[in-house]
């Protein structure tokens, strides 16, 4: 029923560790993933996403791979900073569709301890 | 800054009235989407506006309707209010359909 499913509400690292984030999903019509993180009291912001064409995505700290057999997505962050403590929402976007109509997991929050 | 300012930012309501959300979005961006964000949940969408029509609609009944302004506003509507309809609503506006959004910091709605 649920068609991005992140099974992992919440997530502690320490600092300086990797910090792995984890996201599934079951319509083989998505054809863009996204991520976006959410501080308490502000709207998600947009961290970095991946077209369905590729398998992986690398900004600064941040990549994404895409497993698209397995219906699979990941967020590596390295390092891993205090700042990055917020909540982790991956999201998915149906084949041809808005960046505006996504379908969003049900997020994980990433606390990242000094 | 995020550049989309949405009001108030909380609200309380009894159940059966109605209530108003509003969205500024930034200059230029004629696609505006909402969300709604239940506790514990991801944000799920409600409907998108492009060019003040609506452009899109989620699984949300018809109580749940919207409009948007040539000044780049909208405003998100809902009648008949619910407790299930407690939940922080997101705004998000791009300069076009296909572009990213931003989102603004929501409002959070408590019905009571």
């Known amino acids: 029923d649920q068609q991005v499913k992140q099974n992992s509400p919440s997530l502690s690292v320490q600092e300086g560790r990797i910090s792995i984030l984890n996201c599934d999903y079951t319509n083989s019509m998505f054809d863009y993933f996204l991520w976006y993180k959410k501080y308490p009291a502000e709207g998600p912001t947009f961290l970095i996403s991946i077209s369905s064409i590729k398998d992986k995505n690398e900004d600064g700290r941040f990549t994404v791979f895409l497993n698209k057999s397995a219906k699979h997505l990941s967020l590596h962050i390295v390092p891993s900073q205090p700042g990055d403590s917020a909540v982790y929402f991956c999201?998915?976007?149906?084949?041809?569709?808005?960046?505006?109509?996504?379908?969003f997991g049900k997020g994980t929050k990433l606390s990242v301890k000094p | 800054e995020t550049g989309v300012t949405q009001s108030p930012t909380h609200l309380i309501k009894t159940r059966g009235q109605q209530v108003t959300l509003r969205c500024s979005s930034q200059?230029?961006?004629?696609?505006v989407s909402w969300y709604q964000q239940a506790l514990g949940q991801g944000p799920q969408f409600i409907f998108q506006?492009?060019?003040?029509?609506?452009?899109g609609r989620g699984n949300f009944p018809p109580r749940f309707s919207g409009l948007q302004f040539p000044n780049y506003s909208s405003e998100l509507n809902v009648n008949a209010l619910e407790l299930d309809d407690s939940a922080l609503y997101l705004c998000a506006s791009s300069l076009d359909l296909h572009g990213g959004y931003t989102f603004g910091s929501g409002t959070r709605l408590t019905v009571v």
């Open positions: 999201a998915a976007r149906n084949y041809g569709g808005s960046q505006g109509n996504l379908i």
């Open positions: 200059s230029g961006h004629n696609t």
């Open positions: 506006y492009y060019r003040e029509e609506e452009n």
